[in-house]
């Protein structure tokens, strides 16, 4: 299976730059997703990868092959690239029947009829459509077609697969096992994926690593692990994570350590980050919390925020709380398992702390540090 | 007492929806108007009509016989009332698929799906001979190459070169096939370029990526996906040219050339009731089986409902080289068949002597002249003629009217299906509304004269009248205005209607603040192209008209066959300004269209 690798690469639509000058290494056999709000690049830049699109400048390359180069005047056509794609749509041709469209692509190689049968049989028993083949696609439900999709891809056994959103048209549960179903179709071929989605749970249980995008730009690459836990920028933070990151813009009043913070809004209100060597007096940063890393405590502690619930959504296992700190407008969201947080209700007040998350340059956006991880404790 | 409380839940619940009593009311009246004429011609077949003591001994009016099927379909004279006329319309209507459907597809082809440059031009000129009556471009045929062998002057032809051109060329067979061919060129462009339109992306790019060539994805996604469209093209040219009267009037006429459809207009013309039934049911089946056999083809299992998500845009094919063909056969097209013919007709207004092509022959006389002896039977010029200033008075109430009605109708049509969908008051309704479509213009009137000539139940004798011209255009428009009524309503989701209900807003006060509203401008430019449509109707009231009740274009066929040719072709082109005016004005109006 190769490698992908992308160089500088840059698409344009008229005026507008879809994606800009983008690097991008992906290793055999990786699962990466690229993920974004819409308008992103994205899509773009998987088009841009299957051949579909034509890029203005850069290089792709599959393996030690080149399959663009503006430089060399290099752009093979999409058939001959050996790759297989996905669509949203599943895109799957209403005039033939499931046979025929898994049976297209060996049809173009010129497979022999009686092998085309056997492959065909086998790809469809491991997408789980085997009996289907008579059908026609308007004759199938919407996860049904997109397994029939998928095996039209995977009949041609692609080194590269491409996904472009592939499940967003499938309602919430058959995504789920549709996810579970195609992280085991990865295990089982091991081609080199590209996923494209918006869907940023889909990006984390699926990906080896994230390609978080932001006009046309790369602002992250990395594990899940790493673009959820450690986000290179605020827009990375706010776009990961749900319910959404907490975002505290502060001020350093005492140097530490334990360095005393207070909020940039209510000056009134000062906390301690307990974790944190020290920090440079009068520094301005945004302290960025994960909900489920807030700690809660009944009773007033040093250093910590004194807060009012008003609203706890329960989700099942967990709960959400939404909560203001006393005499201020900002608002801290937190999570934890519902046995533990049944206890705060709008009532009563309760007292906050940090248990670990992000600080930010509010000047630049990006990360300064982290606290409270085990690898990377009070860097600064 | 449980009988009352349920009578007045009745009362409540038609309160909440009255279009469920107007929807049964609808219905009534399409039975009346639509259904019964049906049965009544198709028995009337079946009678000896007023002539019929002429031809059987002893034959009483109205007696059961089956003399008129034997004569028209059986006879020693059959070959020339029927057979003839059926092989010569099956003939055009081949020709005219053949040429139309290869022709308006490579059109459509080109404009939607490769880099040809005027795009927007070609999209809106190439409409235009669909627009226009099919027999414009046949009257502009014969100013080129009228013969001088029949009647009135040569034709331009002539005039310039001397050349005189055969008749085959000037009438018949030729000019009705290629007349009708421009008319419908458009015809499977509109549907071919809506359906390659509407093809997702997707589905050749990931042929594509599998491998596929562009001629093989051409030929097993694009083409198969589009063939239904196609086939709907060519069912539905076939059906439409079946039942075309005006262009086989205009130039068959003249040299005896008769298809089905002028012969159902000479039958009932010559007051051979019966016989114009026999070959009226004959026509109504033929083009009756054309549109169940298109919607049997739409109706299949492939289903071609495409999921339409964002679906990357179309790229399009670069023409390279053949560019510059592509460019200058539709250039070709749209100087040969669209601005020629409506430049000869014009000019053919201004010159005293037909056929004679000089600045000494210019005039304003068939304009603004008063009547001379030695001019077209001293018939004054268009602005100054009592007949043609009657006529347009005429169409322009005949015009309002049926637009009027046919709007209201459309509206109520409209709601009354999509909001009880599934009912079966609902689906008679539409379906019913539908039937009009696969009556040819020409048996439609020949059905209204011999019904309406006396009073019927406790309709008064309408023959003569404006009504009922009225009211066979508003009939022959009422599957255009349901359509457009049922497509208006289904863009207005009802909880929009629900949440003003449950204000406690009452019916009316729905219809005329919220669904008017959100409908208008699609309701206005269905009311525009009814108007045009009724103005230059002319095959469903070529046998209704009467001295009193003439139309601008049914004068133009009498003045046509008189050989008032600058008179016939003048008023042709005030149809023509009025109708391309109307339609660019429906467009705009369309356009705004944004639910």
Known sequence: ?380 | MPTLVRLKQKGVRLLRRPERLWGVVLLLALIVFVVIPLFYIAIGSFQFDSWGPRYVRGAKPGDFTLFYWHRVLLSRISTSIFWEPFLHSLLIACLVVLISLPLGGLFAWLVVRTDLPFKNFFNSILVVPYILPAWTLGLAWLTVFKNPQFGGQPGLLYGLFGVEPPVWISYGLLPIVISLSVHYIPYTFILLSGALATIDAQLEESAEILGANRATILRKVTFPLVLPALGSAFILTVGRTLGAFGAPAFLGLPVHYYTLSTRVYAAFSNRQQAEGYVLTVLLILFTTLTVLANQKLLGTRRRFTTITGKGGKQRLVKLGRWKAVALSLMLGFVVLFVFAPLILVLLETFLRVEGQYGWDNLTLHYWIGLGVPELAEGQPGIFRNSVVLGAIKNTVFLALMTALISGVLGVLIGYTVVRNRGKAMARALESLSFVPYMIPGIAFGGIYLSLFARSWGPLPALYGTMTILILTCTMRNLPFAAGSGVSAMHQIDVSLEEAAELHGAPWAKRFFRIILPLTKSGFLSAFILTFITAMRALDEIALLVTPQTRTMTSIIFRFQQQSFTQHAYGITVLIVTITLFGNYLARRLGGRVSL
Request: hydrophobic share 40%; charged share 20%; glycine share 8%.
């Open chain 1, 1 to 380: 299976m190769p490698e992908i690798v992308i160089h500088e690469l840059t698409k344009k639509f008229g005026q507008v730059l879809a994606v800009n000058e983008m690097s991008l290494e992906i290793k055999n056999g990786e699962f990466v997703t690229l993920l974004g709000p819409s308008g992103c690049g994205k899509t773009t830049t998987l088009r841009c990868l299957a051949g579909l699109e034509e890029p203005d400048r850069g290089e792709i390359y599959f393996g030690q092959r080149c399959v663009f180069s503006s430089k060399k005047g290099v752009m093979v056509p999409p058939g001959a690239r050996g790759i297989g794609m996905v669509f949203q749509n599943y895109a799957l041709w209403p005039h033939m029947t499931v046979f025929q469209n898994v049976a297209f692509g060996l049809v173009q190689k010129g497979v022999s009829k009686e092998q085309i049968r056997r492959e065909v049989a086998a790809i469809l028993e491991l997408v789980g459509m085997q009996g289907y083949e008579n059908r026609y696609p308007s004759e199938l439900s919407g996860g049904q077609q997109q397994r029939v999709a998928l095996a039209r891809v995977l009949v041609t056994r692609p080194q590269i697969v491409l996904f472009d959103e592939p499940l967003s048209n499938l309602d919430a549960k058959l995504r789920m096992t549709l996810r579970a179903e195609l992280k085991r179709l990865h295990a089982e071929i091991r081609a080199t994926s590209v996923y494209v989605t918006h869907d940023q749970l889909e990006a984390l249980t699926l990906s080896t690593r994230i390609a978080v995008m932001k006009d046309g730009v790369v602002q992250q690459y990395g594990s899940p692990w790493e673009v959820y836990r450690f986000p290179s920028n605020l827009f990375v933070a706010e776009f990961m994570g749900n319910p959404t990151t907490n975002m505290l813009p502060c001020v350093v009043k005492v140097a530490g350590p334990p360095p005393v913070l207070s909020i940039q809004n209510s000056p009134q209100i000062e906390f301690t980050l307990a974790q944190v060597e020290a920090l440079p007096e009068g520094q301005e940063l945004i302290v960025n919390v994960r909900p489920e890393d807030v700690v809660f405590h009944l009773d007033p502690k040093e250093g910590t925020i004194p807060a009012q619930v008003f609203a706890t959504l329960p989700t099942g296992a967990d709960c959400i709380v939404y909560a203001r700190l006393q005499g201020s407008e900002e608002e801290i969201v937190l999570k934890g398992p519902e046995e533990e947080v049944q206890c705060l209700h709008p009532n009563r007040p309760f007292w906050l702390s940090f248990k670990r998350g992000n600080l930010f340059d509010p000047q630049s956006g990006r990360l300064m540090g982290s606290f409270g991880f085990a690898r990377e404790q009070g860097k600064i």
